[in-house]
T-cell receptor, first 113, second 110 residues
Framework: SAVISQKPSRDICQRGTSLTIQCQVD?????MFWYRQQPGQSLTLIAT?????????ESGFVIDKFPISRPNLTFSTLTVSNMSPEDSSIYLC??????????FGQGTRLTVV | KNQVEQSPQSLIILEGKNCTLQ??????????LRWYKQDTGRGPVSLTI?????NTKSNGRYTATLDADTKQSSLHITASQLSDSASYIC?????????FGKGTRLHILP
């Protein structure tokens, strides 16, 4: 298993500002992902964080809005830029082992006012 | 289209009772199926993971079943406790793609 530390756990932000979420894993992992979970909805994959190269974004998500860093195999950040109330969600970091089991951070509950 | 459908959307039961949550999927090719428990405001935590050849997997009071022929899975919770109140999410993997169900919201009443 993996221990994933995600912070902040929650934040309230003004619209137009940016928030950077950090994800730290206690062991080196190849695959790290960022998800968004809007109220009452399922998890939606934002992007795959690639170590040493640009993140791979899913349809509907762009780098200018959600820039991602992955400086090494244990750490990644997701920035939510120029926030609007529609960005209010839970943001989750996830890692996957080769067998396919995914582990999640405790999530960041973001409220944009 | 790869989809994972869960039912019911929400469920309320009394403490101590049993319940069964359903998951139907149309994901192909199938790799594995997992059930997660997600407490409010927290990240999902894995309960069980099953591959194509596994029919049943237990984790304490949680028992998951898988019928790969009908593409159905269930999660049975025995002797429910107040701490079981959470969302239960069915997740199916297929060649690196992970498809999430919308979850079943379970409320346990004292």
């Amino acid at each position: 298993s993996a221990v994933i530390s995600q912070k902040p756990s929650r934040d309230i932000c003004q619209r137009g500002t940016s928030l950077t979420i950090q994800c730290q894993v206690d062991s080196q992992v190849t695959m790290m992902f960022w998800y968004r979970q809007q109220p009452g909805q399922s998890l939606t994959l934002i992007a795959t964080a690639n170590q040493g190269s640009e993140a791979t974004y899913e349809s509907g998500f762009v780098i200018d809005k959600f820039p991602i860093s992955r400086p090494n195999l244990t750490f990644s950040t997701l920035t939510v830029s120029n926030m609007s109330p529609e960005d209010s969600s839970i943001y989750l970091c996830s890692v996957t082992w080769a067998f396919g089991e995914a582990f999640f951070g405790q999530g960041t509950r973001l409220t944009v006012v | 289209k790869n989809q994972v459908e869960q039912s019911p959307q929400s469920l309320i039961i009394l403490e101590g009772k049993n319940c069964t949550l359903q998951c139907n999927y149309t994901v192909s090719p199938f790799s594995n199926l997992r059930w997660y428990k997600q407490d409010t405001g927290r990240g999902p935590v894995s309960l069980t993971i099953m591959t194509f050849s596994e029919n049943t997997k237990s984790n304490g009071r949680y028992t998951a079943t898988l019928d790969a022929d009908t593409k159905q899975s269930s999660l049975h919770i025995t002797a429910s406790q107040l701490s079981d109140s959470a969302s239960y999410i069915c997740v199916v993997s297929a060649w690196g793609k992970i498809i999430f169900g919308k979850g079943t919201r379970l409320h346990i009443l004292p």
